[in-house]
């Protein structure tokens, strides 16, 4: 794929551009549907074309090309040196044989050289290898370096300069493991651990990949956020995996797509408006489209679970056979199990998982299964966290089209998030010389306002109210200013507006922070109750410095170093499994 920002994509451009990528593709006999799609939006054009797994190089520059000469075609006097651009780009990257030559606009030849190229990185052995695999329905990944057949414990790993011989693959070991992947705009980490306890309650050892990092069961095998396709692939290539839960992150989607081609579940938990502006993604339709990619990947006789109780979603639904070219099977998740639309579902046999009479009862195969009292599951806070009640209901329809029986979920569901390890960074409670905290990663309005009702049902009407303040600078300056209004909207009493220091993400220091002090001063809030810090920790200090008895603070936290030193200030111990130690 490749992105356009800052030239003028009118309709005849990008016509021209797909009409030279197609004649490159059929001059490459490369035949792979969908063939190429062209994607205009807000700050340009993205045009991506499918091409055979062993050319991708190739397929780089066949696109290169086509929108280089197009431009070119269109006129030449505004693009003055363009072949020499594109000449000392692709040898300063250069991957193709040495004869190839450099590229150039003229079309007849910038093809000739393009088949050279294709000849060159074609793969003989990895294809036949692929094509063994494929006949045998086994899945397999694929990276610069490794081709891997099976995943998890029914895996194996080659080196593509050393593939083995069809005949000398150990077929008869190898298989697939049970795998979720998890998407959304909030919940996806919990979501995922949640469903990794239910796996491992079942009697198998879980692999997970998140924004926290990777893990095998109770080790932490990595730190740093791992919710793209490195984190994916390390994860079903680790041979002690037995079920492997995926954390699938919009940013890894729309850069580097899926690590895997099929996969039992996907959940999608809500869509919310965030990270807009990046990839040419302007608005929540968008948004949810790019989420919704999850479900391709799941095969007839798997699951994609959704939420109902988001309207985005419901709407999308109607079109997903058209986009699949199947009809996919879904299950659906609300708060409330009786909503009409829930009970349409149920009636068509369909699987749903909701609240009734304060219970979480999930609907499968003809039958219902209660999983206990809501009020009873710690990580509702006496049933007060909404949003950790939709992701119990996400977690419990994954988790069955894993192969986890109710009686196992239930189980889960009853002590998950009475340790501090069972979810570390997500709504970790902790009373301090009287003050009630609460250490999160709430990142946007949607779950920054479910992380406040909460404080708000702890804080009984008594008390202050204080928080910390932060964004990502890869968010566009409204996303910024409505995570100030929502915020302001439960009346804080203090308001540390924090520099997330490792999240500046083109921003300059200082701006994101004075983005939301100016948003909370229009929102009514008064300049000294908005104190402003250059670190998380500092932020945090400052906050817990302020409290007093009866208060109630709440600590979104996003740095993993942050929330280890911002733990140590109250006495804990910091987040990890036991005897893991700090890399």
């Given at each position: 794929m490749l992105e356009v920002v800052g030239v003028e994509a009118d309709a005849a451009l990008v016509a021209d551009w797909t009409a030279r990528v197609g004649r490159?593709?059929?001059?490459?006999?490369?035949?792979?549907?969908?063939?190429?799609?062209?994607?205009?939006?807000g700050d340009g054009c993205s045009l991506a074309l499918a091409a055979p797994f062993d050319q991708l190089f190739t397929a780089t520059e066949v696109n290169e090309w086509a929108l280089c000469s197009a431009l070119h075609a269109r006129d030449p006097a505004r693009w003055p040196g363009l072949g020499e651009a594109l000449a000392a780009a692709t040898l300063e990257e250069s991957h193709g044989p040495a004869d190839a030559g450099p590229p150039l606009l003229d079309e007849a030849a910038a093809l000739e050289r393009l088949a050279r190229l294709a000849e060159a990185e074609r793969g003989v052995p990895l294809r036949e290898l692929t094509e063994a695999v494929r006949a045998r329905d086994?899945?397999?990944?694929?990276?610069?370096?490794?081709?891997?057949?099976?995943?998890?414990?029914g895996s194996r790993r080659y080196a593509l300069e050393a593939l083995p011989a069809?005949?000398?693959?150990?077929?008869?070991?190898?298989?697939?493991?049970?795998?979720?992947?998890?998407?959304?705009?909030?919940?996806?980490?919990?979501?995922?651990?949640?469903?990794?306890?239910?796996?491992?309650?079942?009697?198998?050892?879980?692999?997970?990949?998140?924004?926290?990092?990777?893990?095998?069961?109770?080790?932490?095998i990595e730190r740093g956020d791992y919710s793209g396709p490195v984190g994916a692939r390390t994860v079903l290539r680790d041979r002690r995996v037995e079920a492997a839960v995926l954390e699938t992150a919009r940013g890894g989607i729309l850069r580097r797509g899926l690590a895997m081609a099929r996969a039992d579940v996907a959940v999608v938990t809500n869509v919310s408006a965030d990270h807009f502006?990046?990839?040419?993604?302007?608005?929540?339709?968008?948004?949810?489209?790019?989420?919704?990619?999850?479900?391709?990947?799941?095969?007839?006789?798997?699951l994609l679970v959704l939420n109902a109780d988001d309207a985005t979603l419901r709407a999308k639904a109607a079109g997903l056979a058209t986009r699949f070219g199947r009809d996919p099977s879904l299950g659906w998740f609300a708060r409330d199990a009786d909503d009409v639309f829930l009970q349409s579902h149920r009636g068509a046999g369909g699987a749903t998982c909701g609240?009734?009479?304060?219970?979480?009862?999930?609907?499968?195969?003809?039958?219902?299964h209660d999983l206990g009292a809501i009020a009873g599951m710690p990580i509702t806070v006496?049933?007060?966290?909404?949003?950790?009640?939709?992701?119990?209901?996400?977690?419990?329809?994954?988790?069955?089209?894993?192969?986890?029986?109710?009686?196992?979920?239930?189980?889960?569901?009853?002590?998950?998030?009475?340790?501090v390890q069972d979810n570390p960074g997500r709504l970790m409670r902790f009373e301090t010389g009287g003050v009630h905290v609460i250490v999160d990663y709430a990142h946007n309005p949607e779950g920054m306002r479910g992380l406040l009702e909460v404080a708000e049902t702890l804080r009984e009407g008594h008390?202050?109210?204080?928080?910390?303040?932060?964004?990502?600078?890869?968010?566009?300056?409204?996303?910024?200013?409505?995570?100030?209004?929502?915020?302001?909207?439960?009346?804080?009493s203090l308001v540390v507006v924090k520099e997330l220091e490792s999240f500046l993400r083109g921003r300059q220091p200082g701006e994101v922070p004075r983005i939301l002090r100016n948003a909370l001063l229009r929102a009514g809030l008064p300049a000294e109750a908005l104190p402003q810090r250059s670190t998380e920790e500092?932020?945090?200090?400052?906050?817990?410095?302020?409290?007093?008895?009866?208060?109630?603070?709440?600590?979104?936290?996003?740095g993993l170093a942050a929330r280890e030193v911002v733990l140590a200030m109250m006495g804990r111990p910091a987040a990890r499994p036991p005897g893991q130690e700090e890399s």
């Open positions: 490159a593709r059929a001059r490459l006999g490369w035949t792979i549907d969908p063939g190429i799609a062209a994607r205009p939006h086994l899945p397999w990944l694929l990276d610069d370096d490794e081709l891997s057949v099976g995943t998890g414990a069809v005949a000398d693959v150990p077929w008869t070991e190898l298989h697939g493991v049970p795998t979720a992947l998890v998407t959304g705009s909030n919940g996806k980490t919990t979501t995922v651990r949640l469903i990794a306890a239910c796996t491992r309650a079942q009697g198998r050892r879980p692999g997970y990949s998140c924004t926290d990092g990777l893990f095998v069961d109770d080790e932490w502006g990046e990839y040419g993604i302007h608005d929540l339709d968008s948004l949810a489209d790019v989420k919704l990619t999850v479900g391709a990947v799941v095969p007839p006789g798997g609240v009734r009479d304060g219970h979480l009862v999930i609907a499968r195969e003809g039958a219902e006496g049933g007060c966290a909404g949003y950790n009640v939709a992701n119990l209901g996400a977690a419990a329809l994954a988790a069955a089209a894993l192969g986890v029986a109710p009686e196992a979920v239930a189980r889960v569901f009853a002590s998950f998030g009475t340790s008390g202050r109210l204080g928080l910390l303040l932060g964004h990502a600078g890869n968010r566009e300056d409204t996303d910024i200013e409505r995570l100030a209004m929502t915020a302001a909207q439960f009346a804080p500092d932020a945090a200090r400052c906050a817990l410095e302020w409290a007093r008895p009866g208060d109630v603070l709440v600590l979104p936290v996003h």
